[in-house]
């Protein structure tokens, strides 16, 4: 019994890691419809994102900024970590924000899944192509993290915010949302936080491996419970 939960703890190791030590190559390569407001392009942006050991992108699509403060650039590529936003591990770029809207305080996981309601809103179809909801999404999701953002540039995102939070108090979670975070902690100064709205990239070859190695402590299983 005791090689069986030791092999048992192996498994879930194996697991585990395999799911915390991904990392992969982020490149900005558009800047979406060029819409910009109080000088900055605003959310979504094109980029690919390229698992590490392979040499091709895994995704080629929207990615959507968290973060007002930092600068990201057109070509210029960096290696970035990956968590849910639903189920923070920490590693994140904004894991001491805590902010109060009508009176309530609010914790970083939520903060976490107001944006991803937010990235959601924003890849809607009314919306993604839309220079006004753009603009009021972008900066909803910014004035979320950075409080020294212009908070309401085109008089939307106040609401936007307070649907947000309304969201998360009914039950969302963004567990439909990757956050990608540069990974040179600890202030994660290479660029810019991002959401994409699709399964993490590299997430079939790592659940492949999970499966691989499952398989592999059965099999020890079988050959200790046949020697007994």
């Known amino acids: ?29 558009g800047v979406g419809d060029g819409v910009s407001a109080d000088g900055v392009y605003v959310s979504p942006y094109n980029g ?19 973060d007002f403060n ?15 936003a639903g189920n ?9 924000s805590s902010n109060t809207y009508n009176g309530v305080t609010t914790t970083v996981q939520q903060n976490y899944d107001a944006v991803a309601w937010l990235a959601n809103g924003l890849l809607a179809s009314s919306n993604v192509t839309n220079a006004t909801a ?3 999404y972008s900066f909803a999701i910014w004035d979320i993290f950075n409080n020294s953002t212009p908070s309401d540039p085109v008089g939307g995102a106040s609401s936007l915010i307070t649907q947000a939070f309304a969201a998360v108090a009914g039950g969302y979670v963004g567990s439909d949302v990757t956050v990608y ?20 990239p590299g997430s079939p070859a790592i659940l492949g ?20």
């Not at 540069?182 to 202030?187: E, F, I, M, T, W």
């Open 1 to 29: 019994m005791n090689k069986q939960i030791c092999y048992l703890g192996i498994a879930g190791f194996l697991i585990f890691a395999s799911v915390g030590s991904a990392q992969y190559t982020m490149d900005l390569t």
């Open 48 to 66: 690919t994102i390229t698992p590490d050991g392979s040499a091709n992108p895994s995704y080629s699509g929207y990615m959507i900024c968290d």
């Open 70 to 84: 930092t600068e990201s650039f057109l070509g210029t590529p960096w290696t970035a970590t990956s968590t849910n």
């Open 88 to 96: 923070l591990n920490g590693t994140e770029k904004f894991t001491t």
């Open 134 to 136: 753009q603009i009021n």
């Open 181 to 200: 975070t540069a990974s040179d902690l600890p202030n994660h100064a290479a660029s810019q936080e991002f959401l994409v709205m699709t399964p993490e």
């Open 209 to 228: 491996f999970d499966l691989l190695s499952v398989l592999a402590i059965l099999f020890f299983l079988r050959r200790y419970r046949a020697r007994a």
